[in-house]
C-alpha cells in the first residue's frame, strides 16, 4: 500500500543538527512532491517547505530559509530534512507528507493526502 | 499567531450538522485553494478536503468544504462521536510564498 515511513526520534542538544528520513513506498516516488510539516507540543500544524521528487527543485518556509535543507535519494525513494542550529522551540513531531492535486504547481497547490508516522525531535540541553 | 484564523473550538451533538469556519486574506484563501484536515489524538493528520470542495476517495460526504472570497468553511452534517478531533485550514500563502495552516479547531462531539 501507499506509505511513508519516517525514522525514529531524535534527542539533540541545542546548536546541534538532525536529519529525518521519509521512505515512500507503494507509487512512483518520483510523480510526487514531498512537504515537510511539523507540529510543537500542544500546538497546530506549521509547513517548513516542499521538494520535488523528480528534479529536486525546493521550497522553504521564509523562518527556516538557512537552516533547513531537503533532500531525496530517488534509488531508495527517500526523502530527508535536515535541520541546523537546533533551538529549543524546534521541539516538535515532524511529518512528511506526499503532494497531491497540485499539478505542476511546484508544491503550490498540492494537498497532502498520504502522511508519514511523524518523528519527535526534541532539544534539550 | 497563524495566518489563517480559525475558532479554537466547536461542539455539537450526534447527528447535528456543524461548520468550522477559516479566515484568511487576498494572498492565501483569496487567490488560491483551501484544503482540509483531520487530526485524531495522537496521530498524523488526515487530508480531508482538497481544492476547496473535493473528497479525496474514502472520506465520507458527511464531509463537504465551501470558499468565498478569503473564507473557508467545512461542514460535518450526521456527526458522530469518531469526528472527535482537530481540525485544520490549509492554503498557500502568495506573499509568504510558501503554505500555511489555521490554528486549528477542536471538535467536541457532546
Known amino acids: 500500500q501507499v506509505q511513508l515511513v519516517q525514522s525514529g526520534a531524535e534527542v539533540k542538544k541545542p546548536g546541534a543538527s538532525v536529519k529525518v528520513s521519509c521512505k515512500a513506498s507503494g507509487y512512483t516516488f518520483t510523480s510526487y512532491g514531498i512537504s515537510w510539516v511539523r507540529q510543537a507540543p500542544g500546538q497546530g500544524l506549521e509547513w517548513m517547505g516542499w521538494?520535488?521528487?523528480?528534479?529536486?527543485?525546493?521550497n522553504y518556509a521564509q523562518k527556516l530559509q538557512g537552516r533547513v535543507t531537503m533532500t531525496t535519494d530517488t534509488s531508495t525513494s527517500t526523502a530527508y530534512m535536515e535541520l541546523r542550529s537546533l533551538r529549543s522551540d524546534d521541539t516538535a513531531v515532524y511529518y512528511c507528507?506526499?503532494?497531491?492535486?497540485?499539478?505542476?504547481?511546484?508544491?503550490?497547490?498540492?494537498?497532502?493526502?498520504?502522511w508519514g508516522q511523524g518523528t519527535m525531535v526534541t532539544v534539550s540541553s | 499567531q497563524s495566518v489563517l484564523t480559525q475558532p479554537p473550538s466547536a461542539s455539537g451533538t450526534p447527528g447535528q450538522r456543524v461548520t468550522i469556519s477559516c479566515s484568511g486574506s487576498s494572498s492565501n484563501i483569496g487567490s488560491n485553494t483551501v484544503n482540509w484536515y483531520q487530526q485524531l489524538p495522537g496521530t498524523a493528520p488526515k487530508l480531508l478536503i482538497y481544492s476547496n470542495n473535493q473528497r479525496p476517495s474514502g472520506v465520507p460526504d458527511r464531509f463537504s468544504g465551501s470558499k468565498s472570497g478569503t473564507s473557508a468553511s467545512l461542514a460535518i452534517s450526521g456527526l458522530q462521536s469518531e469526528d472527535e478531533a482537530d481540525y485544520y485550514c490549509?492554503?498557500?500563502?502568495?506573499?509568504?510564498?510558501?503554505?500555511?495552516f489555521g490554528g486549528g479547531t477542536k471538535l467536541t462531539v457532546l
Open positions: 521538494i520535488s521528487a523528480y528534479n529536486g527543485n525546493t
Open positions: 490549509a492554503a498557500w500563502d502568495d506573499s509568504l510564498n510558501g503554505g500555511v
Open positions: 507528507a506526499r503532494g497531491n492535486y497540485g499539478g505542476n504547481s511546484e508544491g503550490r497547490d498540492d494537498a497532502f493526502d498520504i
